[in-house]
């Protein structure tokens, strides 16, 4: 059974980081459309918010279930809720620009910049 769940653990984290190349590459193309004033969010932005949130959730539905069956470590739900806020603001940016044909150089930016805290937020907290 371990060895089932480390792969279904191993699967969601590679899928998670794809979600965050998704939304995060999806920004990288967009920065010399900032200047322009031309800026728009592209479907692999969108796929990408919601490939990390349900992965995310996932992940921590995995960490809860280990912990249930006598895993040594604990659950960081501190961490979690600051990274699940952080992912649901960057999913409502997408979700309410994603129509637009042109969207305000700060809505991408900010995309841009809770995507890498989220990232800091993961690999610091």
């Known amino acids: 059974m371990d060895l089932a769940i480390d792969i279904t653990r191993n699967?969601?984290?590679i899928l998670h980081f794809v979600g965050l190349a998704?939304?995060?590459g999806g920004f990288l193309v967009?920065?010399?459309s900032?200047?322009?004033k031309t800026a728009k969010i592209l479907?692999?932005?969108v796929h990408g918010a919601w490939t990390m949130l349900a992965t995310g959730l996932l992940l921590v539905g995995v960490a809860e279930y280990r912990v249930a069956n006598g895993a040594n470590f604990e659950v960081d739900h501190v961490?979690?809720?600051i990274k699940s806020v952080v992912l649901i603001v960057i999913l409502v940016l997408v979700l309410i620009n994603k129509k637009k044909p042109v969207v305000s150089s700060g809505v991408v930016a900010s995309i841009g910049?809770?995507?890498?805290a989220n990232i800091v937020l993961a690999v610091v907290l």
């Open 79 to 81: 961490k979690i809720a």
């Open 22 to 24: 998704s939304l995060l």
């Open 30 to 32: 967009q920065i010399k």
């Open 113 to 116: 910049a809770l995507s890498t």
């Open 11 to 13: 699967t969601l984290i």
């Open 43 to 45: 479907p692999a932005m």
């Open 34 to 36: 900032l200047k322009a």
